[in-house]
């Protein structure tokens, strides 16, 4: 095996860690070297994640690519499904980097190193193949999360943290002891544990009873956001500093779908059953209530937040889709979505954001014409809430559109309701860009031109947007550039599931197929 | 005295100690005359000099830990028996001998500058606990119920002095008053029990001493593969775990642990919450899975309830609770349910083991994973001037990260230890409890401590909370706190080690 893109690998999960060691270790370091170490951290992986899936060859040949040991016996290791998502990350990454260090915040060494260990965590759960590593990164992320919360949020960010630590806990210890469980019923040793390995040797054990199915898919679940465990989910957004903001709704809450597709859906048969229709049903929750909610919401980041939620139905019904039908197309256009909404999400937090620095405040109702006095943001916004709403030309039009390409042989009413959602985020994303950017601006707003005529958008807020909605677009046209890494191991998935589905999940395939 | 019994009765002969025997309790030995040094030196040495008396019994007691080390019986995998079977040693009597000299050594740098703040005798003090820590040594290995109980005792009385040991202190005397009533209720209990399993198996054919583990296991293997073990014996047997349970400090025997552990001066607290717990969680898994083990079926699923129990009693008792030290007793609890769910997975599934570590080294691992986080967070609630110590409240902590950034960061690294988030080895040690459940496929108990763990989240995080907000302007006390350099120094190492040391255990695995 070629070392070399094993070792960009390991250097892509580790630098952002080391970074942020040294930069919590040394609160008292300059200024400026900060910054630039710093950047470094940041800059990094967003060079060399997109590298390793440039380099993706063909994975049929080795199922686990740029294998390497790594540091305490975790080692290393890519698998299709990550390559995209350690990808994503990185620039999400990047970009919440970029708008960090263009902050004033207190103990600002520290901070950047809580938000380099988010992200270090977080490329370390994609870029692992192997089930403790998983955890221990997944955890690893979410702790600084909790802290950057808890100490630099904004409003009602107390409350928010402990909500989120309280909530997230229960569903990390639901899915640690799945994960157990698991390894264990597949027999395999924990050293050994990789996702490949326990999905053969659960295709060999005897059938795990659902609940264990139900223990990774809610316990992760809640990671995701999944309906009704998403309670904590848009006060947790709202409440961060808009990094964490950036890094949690775009980036963090994948790693619970990628366990939830790599452990669940593969080999738990998390989609049979009563199981099955309990997914369905909270799926179709997440997507029609979440969305209503949406449609409520009078406050510009609380709405990103909720959307960020809702965004999520159409991810579960792809997984779901999959399952049930044994077909890889449902899972390939989940991940595809997966990937494009990191983008798109992490953009509208840091625009979101750019927005309050200039008006002041996230409500609706107080702002308003902002398009003639700061074009470039406005720009950007829309271009941000098109790739949301999956625009053709941005990447979330691969994957809604798969999404709902793969449920066309599912009943009416499903079509429907999925197709509802369109509708459902067009109205209140579009609305939100028209209150915010168009029509007269609001008195307050004017008060405050009046008094402190503000700028457009910096150099550093375009870079950042720019890489994102940029990397968004690539896929966006170029999207071989993800389906040909996932693809793979859609196909390999469907088969462990397969394996595992029971007679009946099998009837619902339609025979016309 | 052994040559004269030898000639009353010819069976005392064979209990006369060999002197290897007195080598494999060297450390014991050294502990014990380590405690006499301390009142030595308190009598002999000058006022100006008496701040040597500690230090004495720190170096005493790390150069005893070295020495266990060198001489233990590490690379042996056989257990070696001394003193005509009264004492038992292996790798794990080992690994706790390490987790007893440990917690006696951090309550030594705890107790130092407590005790001299508050005009209360530093020489008496490490003196008692020197014994105790002695004693727990020898309890640990002890494989006959007089050494057992001997052992036991003289900790216990030990610990009645160091419960009340600030005199002057209403709290602290009904602190130990309470427990001392309660620990008499649990040596009579432990006595009691005792008894029973003595007579009842004194009279069975081929045993010759009815006291000695060793034959204890096998009469009662005999016993209940023919189906025959009589009631009494039953009796006793429940007696002595509910008494191992009270030191343990299980459910319902747990009663006694938020009054004693709050009144009791805070260095005696952690001594309390660390080496007499590790006592009765290890003695707990050498009885049953040792002499106990052919009654696994009638006492794991006992045990498999007290886990359950003690897990949920823990952690909903410390959710309604908002003085520190009163917190950390009832999480005290859930951590008693954590091992004794570890000691119930040994006895459903013999040789059950959690990423190549079997469970008495998980038990060892997580008692010292609990000691450093414990004593983590001691050391940042002894910093704080408090009037009174058994009034701890979270909003004492208020700002102490801008205080002082290395106690906020030692109180930090302590609450996440114990609250088990990762990579603290504290995590570590709950991740191999939690996967030996699964391997036993103990469904109940594993649910049970996720729940706890799920909400010990909400109590620690409201300790930490309060640590890390900025002081207001009506808080008095927002001056710097300033630390000796020894303090700094350990804090920082039991940091370090929180942090390594669970990653170290998982490599390679």
Partial sequence: ?513 | MISFLAAVDPAFKALAPRSADWLTILPELAVAGLSLLCLLQAMLLPKSLRPLIPVTARTGLVLVALMSVVTGPWTQAADVESFAGLLRQNLPTDGVRAVFLLSALLTSFLAERFLRERDAAVADYHHVLLVVTAAFMLLAQSNHFVTFFLALETAAVGLYVLVGYLRRSAASLEAGVKYLVAGGLSSALLLMGIVLVYGALGAVPGVTDSLNFTQIGKALAAQSAAGAVSPLTLAGVALILGGVAFKLGAFPFHAWIPDVYQGAPTPTTAFLGTASKAAGAFTLLILASGPFAPLAVKVAPLLAVGAVLTLLAGNLGALATTDVKRTLALSGVSHAGFILAAVTAALVLPGVDAFGYDVEQVVVLYLLAYVGGTFLTAQALVALPALEDHRRPQLALRGLLRRSPLLGAALGFGIGSLAGIPPSVGFIAKLLVLALLVAAKLWWVLGAALIGVAVSIHYYFSILREAVVRPTEDDEEVAPLELPLGTRVLVFVLAAASLVGGLYMLAGR
């Fill in chain 1, 1 to 513: 095996m070629d070392t070399f893109p094993a070792t960009l690998l390991a250097l892509a999960v580790t630098t952002p860690i080391l970074v942020g060691l040294i930069l919590l270790a040394g609160r008292d370091l300059p200024r400026g070297f900060a910054s630039g170490f710093a950047f470094g951290g940041f800059a990094l992986p967003a060079v060399l994640a997109p590298w390793l899936l440039v380099l993706w060859s063909d994975p049929a040949t080795a199922p686990q690519q740029f294998q390497s040991v790594g540091f305490w016996g975790f080692g290393f290791a890519l698998n299709g499904l990550g390559a995209p998502l350690l990808a994503m990350t990185s620039l999400v990454g990047f970009a919440a980097g970029v708008k960090a260090l263009d902050q004033e915040v207190e103990g600002r060494n520290t901070y950047l190193g809580l938000i380099l260990f988010m992200l270090g965590g977080t490329l370390g759960v994609f870029g692992t193949n192997h089930l403790v590593g998983f955890y221990f990164f997944h955890e690893f992320a979410l702790i600084p999360t909790f802290v950057l919360t808890l100490f630099w949020g904004g409003e009602g960010r107390r409350p928010a943290a402990m909500q989120m630590a309280i909530y997230l806990t229960a569903g990390a210890m639901a899915s640690l002891a799945g994960i157990l469980i698991a390894v264990d019923a597949a027999g395999v040793e924990y050293g050994a544990a990789t996702f490949e390995n326990v999905a053969l040797g659960l295709q060999n054990a005897k059938h795990l009873p659902a609940a264990v199915g139900a223990l990774v898919l809610f316990g992760l679940g809640t990671l995701a956001s999944l309906f009704p465990f998403h309670s904590w989910a848009a006060p947790g957004y709202s409440a961060a500093p808009t990094p964490v903001s950036m890094l949690h709704a775009g980036a963090l809450k994948k790693f619970g779908l990628y366990g939830i597709i790599l452990l669940g859906l593969s080999s738990l048969d998390i989609t049979g059953g009563a199981l099955g229709s309990w997914f369905l049903w909270f799926a179709v929750a997440n997507v029609l209530l979440v969305g209503l909610i949406c449609l409520a919401q009078r406050d510009l980041k609380q709405l990103l937040s909720w959307s960020s939620v809702a965004h999520m139905g159409p991810v579960f019904l792809g997984i779901w889709v999959c399952g049930v039908t044994g077909q890889a197309d449902g899972l390939d256009a989940a991940a595809f979505l997966m990937v494009a909404h990191g983008l798109s999400c992490a953009a509208l937090f840091l625009l979101a954001n750019a927005v309050r620095a200039r008006a002041g405040t996230y409500r609706l109702d107080e702002l308003g014409g902002l398009a003639a006095r700061t074009p470039v943001l406005a720009a950007f916004f829309v271009a941000a809430t098109m790739a949301s709403v999956g625009l053709p030309g941005f990447g979330n039009f691969w994957g809604e559109v798969g999404v709902f390409l793969a449920l066309r042989a599912q009943p009416l009413w499903l079509q429907a309701v999925v197709a509802s959602t369109v509708v459902i985020s067009a109205v209140y994303a579009l609305r939100a860009v028209a209150a915010t950017f168009f029509g007269p601006a609001s008195e307050a707003l004017e008060k405050r031109w009046a008094v402190a005529p503000f700028g457009d958008l910096g150099w550093a807020e375009r870079a950042a947007a720019g890489v994102l909605l940029g990397a968004s677009l690539t896929i966006g046209f170029v999207p071989s550039l993800v389906t040909r890494s996932v693809n793979p191991v859609a196909a390999g998935v469907t088969t462990y599931s397969q394996h595992n589905a029971k007679a009946p999940a099998k009837a619902a395939q339609p025979a016309q197929r």
